[in-house]
């Protein structure tokens, strides 16, 4: 069991024998000419995995349960984030494990090292500990994040139990695919502002809000509009 630490080795950085590695928590960085790791499961934590012939010699397993983004590639120069790794992800040279929110915008997803996004102006930036979203003066048009290829697409999705959204400035979001929305949290929705001049626009053509709980719109005005 890993939660966190450097591991570097003439063949492999970890060798978890017969069962494998598992990795619960932490900062793991594993070596190794061969690879980083023989196979791994992956509960928690981040994961850097190097080798010279693959970053995961026999695989790795991430518990449904934890939410990531992989990036892989030969070094750490040219590794892309892969939407859905397979196995063939995890042979690459160079394979990067690091936790991910379940909040997109403008269809990025928040990660443990991606916490601000930025819009045409402005900046979305995640809190994971208060699960707030602030946006500052940010404005952004795009199809969005596609969450179901029935239901639609939003600019700003989110499956939270309870999702605040601050505002600063003025703000404006909208969603320009068909049954878009501007704003989809699969749960509560807090709306809240710091700055009693800003302003929050919200446009989609499905809605410019979605939310399947409470919706709290708190001393503040947000323009909705679905199309």
């Known amino acids: 069991l890993a939660t966190a630490g450097t591991a570097e080795w003439n ?64 070094d750490e120069d040219g590794a892309t984030e892969v939407t859905n790794p397979t196995a063939d992800t995890y042979a690459n040279k160079y394979v990067k494990i690091v936790p991910a929110y379940p909040v997109w915008v403008g269809g990025e997803q928040f990660t443990s090292e991606k916490l601000s996004i930025e819009g045409a102006t402005g900046t979305a930036t995640y809190d994971p500990e208060s699960k707030t979203l602030t946006l500052n003066n940010f404005s952004h048009t795009s199809e969005g994040y596609k969450f179901n290829p029935w239901l639609g697409s939003a600019s700003i999705y989110a499956t939270l139990e309870h999702l605040t959204v601050n505002f600063v400035g003025s703000n404006t979001v909208a969603c320009s695919a068909e049954n878009g929305y501007a704003l989809y949290n699969y749960g509560a929705l807090t709306i809240t502002t710091d700055d009693t001049n800003g302003s929050l626009a919200l446009t989609g053509d499905g809605a410019g809000i979605w939310v399947s709980g409470n919706l709290i719109i708190n001393g503040c005005q947000v323009n909705a509009t679905g199309i």
């Not at 069962?19 to 690879?35: D, K, P, R």
């Not at 980083?36 to 850097?48: D, H, L, M, P, W």
């Open 11 to 74: 063949c492999l950085g970890i060798w978890g024998a017969f069962e494998g590695e598992s990795v619960s928590g932490g900062i793991v960085y594993a070596s190794g000419s061969n690879g980083g790791f023989c196979y791994a499961t992956v509960s928690g934590g981040q994961i850097t995995a190097t080798g010279n012939t693959a970053a995961f010699q026999a695989g790795c397993e991430i518990d449904s349960n934890f939410t990531v983004c992989v990036y892989a590639g030969n």
